[in-house]
């Protein structure tokens, strides 16, 4: 087979659970002896990474670049993420590639539909039903888009896991990646109010404002540190992994894996990490984030308006989660071990 991806995001740095699952994926379809060849915003320029040819465009000129690779190559399939603002990219990739897009449905905020969306768009729900087919990366996704956008689709688990030396420290400290409103950083912050003997780590990836950063700064027992290709560097020494996530996450890769090196994690009872839990403890309450303000200039996506948070319920949890350690790190072994690393190989051949 021949495949295309097309997104609308750097190929590398892939801190992000989108970014990082779909270069997994078209790696592990090229080391099956596929061609897969991927179009993505960055620096202009070709590389082959990993067996995969990669172009890269600024965000103007991506559309172009687009058609000028997909006509080259013609490819079997294009493989477009729902993580595309405007829908720019799968509206390019339907006129270059008809009959032959998948749509991969990562980010619910993304998609042009439904009580989540950002930009909701009767236009870009029929876009995306143009689609020859619909993957989904948890239940949680699947259900979304049948209920609000009436869409059948496919639910495949993406495999972006490793296994690792356990990362648990019963005295280290508590970790938190992006810490920003979305993310719930008020639960993050409160906690190092309450708990001023215990060391606090923020692992800054796409989306904390300098606002929020200042808040950081201003606890001395949190530690902000950059973002680091493997897991296994930033969950090391922890005794806890938190996800507050105020909005519905699609599913929580880094959930399963902070399980898998044997860190107990106490997440937010949203969305797909309901599902990303494997049914251990602890799913905590959260007040949701409902309301947005308008997308400033630089900033990823509109700021939201993060409601106060009780945090009481993720007191108790941190005091007690450490004897989770053992059956966090056994759910997630065998839901990983259950994966198929071939599932969109055989997805893409059959549909």
């Not at 689609?131 to 688990?157: K, N």
Request: proline share 10%; aromatic share 6%.
């Amino acid at each position: 087979m021949r495949v295309l991806l097309a997104q609308n995001m750097p190929w590398l740095p892939g801190h992000g659970g989108a970014t990082k699952s779909n270069r997994l994926l078209l790696e592990e379809l090229a080391a099956r002896g596929h061609r897969c060849v991927a179009v993505t915003r960055g620096t202009p320029g070709v590389r082959t990474i990993a067996g995969v040819e990669v172009f890269a465009a600024d965000g103007p000129r991506l559309p172009r670049l687009l058609r000028e690779v997909a006509a080259a190559e013609e490819p079997d399939w294009t493989l477009v993420p729902s993580d595309d603002p405007g829908l720019m990219v799968l509206g390019t990739a339907l006129r270059a590639t008809p009959d032959r897009v998948v749509y991969l449905v990562h980010t619910l905020q993304q998609l042009p539909f439904g009580p989540r969306a950002f930009y909701p768009s009767d236009s870009g729900r029929r876009m995306v039903a143009r689609a020859r087919g619909i993957v989904s990366v948890s239940r949680a996704a699947h259900d979304y888009v049948l209920e609000h956008g009436g869409l059948a689709s496919t639910v495949l688990h993406p495999h972006v896991y490793h296994q690792g030396p356990p990362a648990f420290d019963a005295s280290g400290c508590v970790t938190m990646v992006n810490p920003c409103g979305f993310k719930g950083l008020p639960v993050l912050l409160g906690l190092a109010d309450a708990r001023p003997g215990l060391r606090f780590r923020a692992v800054r990836t796409w989306g904390s404002t300098d606002g929020e950063l200042a808040e950081l700064a201003g606890r001395p027992n949190i530690e902000v540190v950059p973002a680091a290709p493997d897991i296994a560097d930033v969950l090391r020494g922890s005794r806890a992994l938190l996800m507050p996530s105020l909005w519905d996450e699609t599913f929580g890769y880094t959930a399963v894996e902070a399980m898998l090196h044997g860190v107990p994690v106490l997440a937010s009872d949203v969305g797909g990490l309901r599902e990303a839990k494997l049914g251990v403890p602890y799913l905590l309450p959260v007040d949701p984030i409902t309301e947005y303000e308008p997308q400033r200039a630089g900033e990823p996506y509109p700021r939201p308006v993060v409601p106060p948070q009780n945090i009481e319920p993720w007191l108790a949890a941190l005091d007690d989660c450490a004897r989770y350690a053992i059956p966090g790190q056994e759910a997630a072994s065998a839901f990983v071990e259950g994966l198929d690393l071939g599932a969109l190989e055989k997805y893409l051949v059959n549909l």
